[in-house]
Structure formats: structure tokens, C-alpha cells
């Protein structure tokens, strides 16, 4: 887990001075000082829900890991589109999302 996430980390520290070097021509870029904790909090909870993939994929092995990981997020992402941003509307187009993640949960 700790090399997991040094490359991550080494590989974005590398992209953001290669980005800077090329889109800003070397200046320091400015950056609104309201979204570095934000963007702090996002990355540790990042880093807690990778840890704890690692930890499933070591306890339940990846055949039965796997498929929950990658058939239920979307479903986590589809509910703040609900929820927060109101992008789903109407009984029908609920009832399709319901019909999904039922799908996907059984499948997984």
C-alpha cells in the first residue's frame, strides 16, 4: 500500500511541475486558497477507501472483491446526481437506476 501510494504521488508532484512548466511558462500558478482543504479531505478519503479495497481484496480475494468495487460505485456516483445535483428526474428514469443497481448488486 505504501509504494501504491509514493507512485501516486511522485507521479502527480512530476505532471503538476511539467504542467506548470508548459501552461504557465515557469510562474507559480494561482491557486485559490479555498480549495486546498477540500482537495485534502478528497485525497485522504481517497486513500481510506483504497486501503480498505486493498484490505478486501486480501480478506475476500479478488473474484469476489472486484466485482463489488466496480459494479457498486457508479451506483454511489448515480446517487448524488439524484440527490445533490437533481440530474434524474421522473418515476420512470428512477425506476431504470433502481433496476441497475439491483442488477449490478446481484450480479456482483
Known sequence: VFWHFTGILVTSTVY??????????????????????????????????????????????????????TALNPGVGALWGIFYFKEVKGMRNLGFFGLAMGLAAVGS
Open 16 to 69: 503538476l511541475v511539467v504542467a506548470t512548466l508548459v501552461f504557465n511558462r515557469g510562474k507559480v500558478s494561482n491557486v485559490d486558497g479555498a480549495m486546498i482543504v477540500p482537495t485534502l479531505v478528497c485525497g485522504v478519503g481517497w486513500g481510506v477507501a483504497q486501503t480498505c479495497w486493498f484490505v478486501a481484496n486480501n480478506s475476500l480475494g479478488q473474484s469476489v472483491s472486484f466485482p463489488i468495487v
